[in-house]
C-alpha cells in the first residue's frame, strides 16, 4: 500500500495519522513545483492524497478513509452526524485553502470580493459550528472525526490562517492530543 502525499497538507496528515501503525510506503510529493509531473502519472485530478492499493488508485481523503475502514479495519463506520462534522471540516478547509492559494498568488485576499467574502463567512460559521460541537461534548475520543478536526486546526493556526484564541474549544482540543506520538510524528513544522 502507497500513500502519495504532502507533510504540509492537512487533508494527508489525516490519513498518515490513520495509517500510523499500518505498513505503507509514504512517497512525498512537492506538488506545487518538481512533483507535478510525478503527482500527474498518480491522478488526473492533481491533488493529494492518493492511495495506492491493490492496483487500485484512490484519490480522495474521504473514500480512502472508507476504504482502509471497510477493507484493512482501520477505524469503524461513522455515523450521519458525524459525516456532517467531516463536512464542515472539509468545507472550512477548502476555504482556508482558497484564502492560501490566493495569497501565494499574489491575490489580495483582503480586498473587499465576493468570493473572499464567502470564503471567510464560510470558515466563520463552520469553525463556530465545530466549536459548538465541541462544547456539546462531541470529538471526545481521538478516532477518524477527530483527526481530521486535529490536522484543521493545526494546520491553519500553523499557516497563520485563523486566530485560534477566538475559539477557545478548537485551541483546548488541540492541547488535548499534540502530545501523541502520530500528532508528533506528522507535524508540518517540521516537513
Ligand atoms: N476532497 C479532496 C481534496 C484534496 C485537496 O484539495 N488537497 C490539496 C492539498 S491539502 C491539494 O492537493 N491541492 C492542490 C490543488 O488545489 O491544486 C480530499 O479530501 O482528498
Not at 485563523?162 to 477557545?168: G, M, Q, S, T
Amino acid at each position: 500500500m502507497e500513500l502519495i502525499g504532502s507533510s504540509t497538507s492537512p487533508l494527508v496528515r489525516r490519513i498518515r495519522i490513520l495509517l500510523a501503525n499500518t505498513p505503507h510506503t509514504y512517497t512525498e510529493l512537492d506538488i506545487y513545483a518538481g512533483g507535478r509531473n510525478a503527482l500527474a502519472q498518480q491522478t488526473p485530478i492533481m491533488k493529494i492524497p492518493v492511495l495506492v492499493d491493490k492496483g487500485m488508485h484512490l484519490y480522495d481523503s474521504r473514500v480512502i478513509a472508507r476504504y482502509l475502514q471497510q477493507e484493512h479495519g482501520l477505524g469503524r463506520a461513522l455515523s450521519w452526524e458525524e459525516e456532517n462534522q467531516l463536512t464542515l471540516i472539509d468545507g472550512a478547509l477548502d476555504s482556508l485553502v482558497v484564502l492560501l492559494l490566493s495569497q501565494r498568488s499574489g491575490l489580495d485576499t483582503e480586498a473587499d470580493a465576493m468570493y473572499y467574502r464567502l470564503q471567510k463567512e464560510r470558515i466563520s460559521s463552520t469553525l463556530s459550528a465545530l466549536e459548538e460541537s465541541l462544547n456539546q461534548g462531541q470529538f471526545s475520543e481521538w478516532d477518524y472525526p477527530g483527526i481530521c478536526l486535529y490536522s484543521l486546526v493545526d494546520w491553519a493556526s500553523f499557516r497563520e490562517l485563523i486566530e485560534l484564541n477566538d475559539y477557545p474549544q478548537l485551541q483546548q482540543f488541540r492541547e488535548r492530543f499534540c502530545g501523541r506520538d502520530e500528532v508528533l510524528a506528522t507535524d508540518p513544522r517540521s516537513a
